[in-house]
């Protein structure tokens, strides 16, 4: 280790932030891999299959690798102005919101550096909310699949909403376990626990898969914004991925042509659109918003996978509510308040559960699986994950104006910017326009 840091040393004359972070537990290339592998076995690949049944299948299957692609790059384009941000600041590391105050605050024009604490903030709250979102969607998940299982052994029937709140209490508890050393052990037992259930849901798909002509290549254009916020939330993870590279023991192997990220992006990719692909050709019209509800329900195997990937995305609840978590309690830490407070334990304590209740109630009172992950993907990935990465290139490439030949690298950066800003807009319209019409028609239904 020490060999290889003098070596990399050597790569430059100035400060190099990777050299200068402290990480007694890190991971190495292999572990780093396969951490980022096994966060792609959340709830998001389970609606890959409603994803293709928005899109149509070949457009499914293009558009997912075209998503996986887009998404990898402009993670490339984050993660390198981070570093070069953090060698021109000297600081070892940098958040992401850092990374936006600070780039700003570099720039000749006195407006964009008066908004740095503004854009600081929008950064932050994106992740805040979309990591709650994911507290929400799980918070619908979980008790939906329960839900299945407890009608179909007892014949006992209630609305999804009263089981949603059956499971208020056990997922504050498992919020409040603090230690990551803990949660590591929980997700372990997930991971296990994903891995037979995903086995036996393969099982179900392969079996006597229908005609593939009669799917249809292309569904609407009306649907297609749901595909894209769906496929965006199962692919984009913005905050996992700079998590992981910050803890790397060598953390510029975590880029380059086979460095981790491209590595492990292209495995997620191919896995997503083969989950998506599959499930969508076994059943066509049939397609729900996780695939885990077209499994047989007259058969015993159906049960075994619905208990274990709800045991399973529970076990990992604690470890998704963490870093909104750590926001929250963060921007709580620098008031005056809760820095005279003898009982910052009880305030931090109060925090999680209002935060996690508030998702709760959030998901009870809409519990539409993959309407909720289409929005949280289309609002929230689409600038984490195209327009703030394509912004903070240009904060950081200002004072040099460094934008490459014929400004190509301002285009480039216009290009994602637009991209993500048209993704937000309309795939935020779409989501919600087709959650107030599930609604009204539920409230229709039930009257």
């Known amino acids: ?216 290549a292309f569904n609407s254009f009306y649907t297609l914004p749901l595909f894209f916020g769906t496929t965006l939330f199962a692919l984009e993870a913005v905050g996992v991925i700079m998590s992981l590279e910050k803890n790397m023991l060598k953390p510029w192997q975590f880029v380059g042509w086979f460095g981790v990220l491209n590595v492990s992006m292209v495995i997620v990719t191919l896995l997503y659109a083969a989950v998506g692909f599959f499930g969508y050709w076994k059943y066509e019209e049939e397609t729900k918003p996780s695939i885990t509800y077209n499994m047989p329900q007259t058969h015993y195997l159906s049960a075994v996978v619905q208990i274990l990937y709800a045991l399973a995305i529970y076990l990992t609840f604690g470890l998704q509510a963490y870093p909104p978590m750590r926001y929250l309690i963060g921007y709580a830490a620098i008031t005056k308040k809760y820095q005279e407070s003898t009982n910052q334990w009880i305030i931090d304590h109060l925090i999680i559960v209002i935060s996690i209740s508030f998702a709760i109630l959030a998901a009870a009172a809409i519990p539409l699986l993959a309407l909720f992950i289409s929005l949280l993907g289309a609002f929230c990935l689409s600038a984490l994950g195209f327009s703030f990465p394509a912004l903070l290139e240009i904060f950081v490439r200002w004072p040099d104006s460094d934008f490459g030949k014929g400004g190509i690298v301002m285009l480039q950066d216009l290009f994602f910017i637009c991209f993500g800003c048209f993704g937000l807009v309309v795939g935020t319209y779409c989501s919600l326009s087709e959650i107030v019409i599930a609604l009204n028609n539920q409230t229709t239904s039930s009257s």
């Open 1 to 216: 280790m020490k060999k290889d840091v003098e070596n990399k040393a050597k790569d430059d004359d100035d400060y190099n932030p990777h050299l200068h972070r402290e990480i007694p537990h890190g991971t190495n290339y292999f572990e780093t891999v396969v951490n980022m592998i096994k966060g792609a076995l959340g709830t998001g690949i389970l609606a890959m299959p409603n994803a293709f049944f928005n899109s149509g299948l070949m457009v499914g299957l293009i558009g997912t690798l075209v998503i996986g692609f887009i998404c990898t790059y402009c993670l490339h384009i984050l993660l390198k102005n981070q570093y070069r941000l953090c060698k021109r600041l000297k600081v070892p590391f940098l958040t992401y919101g850092e990374s936006m105050k600070f780039a700003m605050k570099d720039c000749p024009s006195g407006c964009v550096r008066a908004m740095a604490g503004f854009f600081e903030g929008m950064v932050d709250f994106f992740i805040i909310v979309y990591q709650l979102g994911i507290c929400c969607v799980y918070a619908i998940f979980i008790p939906g699949n329960v839900k299945l299982v407890v009608e179909k052994f007892t014949g006992f029937e209630m609305s999804l909403i009263f089981y949603i709140l059956i499971f208020h209490i056990p997922l504050i508890l498992i919020c409040c376990i603090r230690t990551l050393k803990v949660l590591a052990i929980f997700s372990m037992i997930s991971n296990i626990t994903m891995l037979v259930a995903f086995t036996i849901i393969g099982y179900f798909v392969f079996q006597n898969l229908p005609n593939i002509k009669e799917l249809p």
